[in-house]
């Protein structure tokens, strides 16, 4: 008797699992997400890996793949999941920091000088995480600001100039223009 109801859980739940075509259906969808900023820094077996964590977030809720894929504002909803799992591996160390604001970006933005070894850069992300944790009391709130970011003289970018200028001597002008109408 308890091994024919052991046998009857496990056949349900394995009737509620995604199968790989349709797992692989929605890492296809989070591959539209591939240009944001942290996930284009990411090599392929760290977006392969984020990728699975979205799937796996989706599959929880979602147990029935047919129930999932008739939502009508799917798109939206793995949009969710995809900011929910940034969310969720973003903490405000020099490592991601290094994947939000990618050295050659701050180089060309005039953030940083060109040549910096991987020390200096290190260094200048350790800076950067430092003053990013200091401000923000948690990670919802730095995402809020890294998403309201739209202007030069933003919070974000005279804390990267201000570790720009401690560590390097590096000093960055920075222009507001103001567009009236």
């Keep these: 008797m308890a091994l024919a109801s052991i046998v009857a859980m496990s056949s349900c739940s ?3 699992r995604w199968s790989e075509h349709e797992r ?3 890492r296809d ?5 591939r240009d944001r900023a942290y996930l284009n820094s990411l090599e392929e077996l760290e977006f392969e ?3 699975n964590n979205v799937v796996d977030a989706i599959e929880v809720d979602y147990p029935v793949y047919t129930a999932f894929v008739e939502l009508p504002g799917r798109g939206d909803t793995v949009q969710v999941y995809v900011v929910s799992t940034i969310v969720s591996e973003l903490h405000a160390d020099a490592h991601n920091m290094r994947k939000i ?3 050659h970006t701050l180089v060309k933005e005039g953030i940083l000088p060109k040549g ?4 200096a850069q290190r260094a200048f992300y350790e800076c950067f ?3 990013v944790n200091n401000t923000y009391t948690s990670t919802t709130a730095f995402v809020n600001a890294v998403l309201a970011d739209t202007t030069s003289s933003s919070q974000i970018a005279q804390m990267q100039s201000q570790c720009a200028a401690d560590l390097f001597d590096w000093t960055v002008e920075i222009d507001e223009v103001i567009l009236y109408e």
């Design 24 to 26: 692989a259906k929605v």
């Design 14 to 16: 394995k009737t509620n």
């Design 49 to 51: 890996e984020f990728s």
């Design 116 to 119: 910096l070894d991987r020390q």
């Design 101 to 103: 604001y990618p050295y």
């Design 129 to 131: 995480a430092r003053r």
């Design 29 to 33: 969808e989070v591959k539209n997400y």
